[in-house]
T-cell receptor, first 114, second 114 residues
């Protein structure tokens, strides 16, 4: 099956812990993204990688760091989580075109910070 | 930066009815407008798009209208079915610092009752 796969589906942790989320795409795309979807369903871009190179790094706290081993994988690490980090983290991928990127999304990882 | 507004925020209709979702954006540099749908428990999924050099696009029961002068889009869904129940997101893409930045609206929750 060709798609965007995220693990884990859910993660519950305590304030101050470190968490790591994985994302893999088997669509042959060259660009991957992390979005944050809050409790009101608002979607905000966090990071974007094109062929393992960071091309977007929106204003996110320094405790968030993306990690890309190859163009099919983009992980997200959060050092020392805060309560406001509770959200669904969506991974997506696309081909980097001249402005017509159609994103393919994973199912998301729901993070709950207690 | 770009702001994307959607109205209404929610909509309840009976099966078979037509619905209209409105979307407006603020930055005339936005040139590409993809729409996504998020059904309960499912991944965010691309449904239709339009570029700023077009006025209308149709995909089966979906029609997307674009007015560059007023910076306004509207998504028309005809003959709605319970399976159309989802959150619909309008988005606007523009070239920013060497990459295509996508800004999402807050979403419109559509509930189609049988």
């Amino acid at each position: 099956e060709t798609a965007v796969f995220q693990t884990p589906n859910y993660h519950v942790t305590q304030v101050g812990n470190e968490v790591s989320f994985n994302c893999k795409q088997t669509l042959g795309h060259d660009t991957m993204y992390w979005y944050k979807q809050d409790s009101k369903k608002l979607l905000k871009i966090m990071f974007s990688y094109n062929n393992k190179q960071l091309i977007v790094n929106e204003t996110v706290p320094r405790r968030f760091s993306p990690q890309s081993s190859d163009k099919a994988h983009l992980n997200l690490r959060i050092k020392s989580v805060e309560p406001e980090d509770s959200a669904v983290y969506l991974c997506a991928s696309s081909f980097r075109t001249g402005g017509n990127e159609r994103l393919f999304f994973g199912h998301g990882t729901k993070l709950s910070v207690l | 930066g770009e702001q994307v507004e959607q109205l209404p925020s929610s909509l309840i209709v009976q099966e078979g009815a037509s619905v209209l979702i409105n979307c407006s954006y603020t930055d005339s540099a936005s040139v590409y407008f993809p729409w996504y749908k998020q059904e309960p428990g499912k991944r965010l999924q691309f449904i239709i798009d339009i570029r700023s050099n077009m006025e209308r696009k149709q995909n089966q029961r979906l029609t997307l209208l674009f007015d560059k002068k007023t910076k306004h889009l509207s998504l028309h869904i005809t003959a709605t079915q319970p399976g159309d129940s989802a959150i619909y997101f309008c988005s606007a893409s523009m070239r920013s610092r060497g990459y295509n930045k996508l800004t999402f609206g807050k979403g419109t929750v559509l509930l189609v009752s049988p």
